[in-house]
C-alpha cells in the first residue's frame, strides 16, 4: 500500500483525491473477490488483505497527535477500522459476505468526494 501511496504522490493529486483512488481500488478489489468462486482463496485474501492494511493505515494516522482531524472523526475511523478487521475474518471464516465491506468504502468514497470543492465529477466503485 505504501507503495500505491508513494507512486500516486508523484502525479499532482490532493491527500482527498489520492485517498478517494485508493479506496477506488481497494473497493474495486473486493467486488472482484466477491465475484470469483470461493475456492479463489488467494484473490480473496488478498482484497481482505488489502483492503484491512488500508484501513489500519488510517487507524494508525488518526492516532497521531498531529492528525489534523477532528477527534469524533479521528475515532470514528478508528472504530471502523477495528470493525473491518473483525468483519474481514468473519468473511474469511465464510460466516459473512464481502457487501458490508464494500458499503462502508463507498460511503467513505461518497464522503470524500462530496467533501471536495473538484470531488463532484468523481464516481464511486
Known amino acids: ?21 485508493l479506496f477506488g481500488q481497494v473497493t474495486r478489489a473486493l467486488m472482484h473477490a466477491q ?6 482463496l488467494a484473490t480473496r485474501i488478498d ?14 494516522d488518526c492516532s ?11 475515532a470514528q475511523i478508528i472504530s471502523i477500522s477495528l470493525f473491518v478487521s473483525r468483519h474481514s475474518s468473519a468473511v ?3 460466516e459473512d459476505d464481502f457487501s458490508t ?3 462502508i468504502n463507498r460511503s467513505i468514497m461518497q464522503g470524500l468526494a462530496a467533501g471536495g470543492a473538484d470531488g463532484g465529477g468523481q464516481q464511486a466503485a
Open 92 to 94: 474469511m471464516r465464510g
Open 101 to 103: 465491506l464494500i458499503d
Open 35 to 40: 465475484s470469483v468462486d470461493k475456492s479463489d
Open 64 to 74: 497521531e497527535p498531529g492528525n489534523g482531524l477532528n477527534a469524533p472523526l479521528r
Open 1 to 21: 500500500m505504501y507503495q500505491a501511496y508513494r507512486q500516486a504522490t508523484t502525479r499532482s493529486e490532493s491527500p482527498r483525491d489520492l485517498e478517494y483512488r
Open 47 to 60: 482484497a481482505l488483505d488489502w483492503n484491512r492494511r488500508l484501513w489500519s493505515t488510517l487507524a494508525s
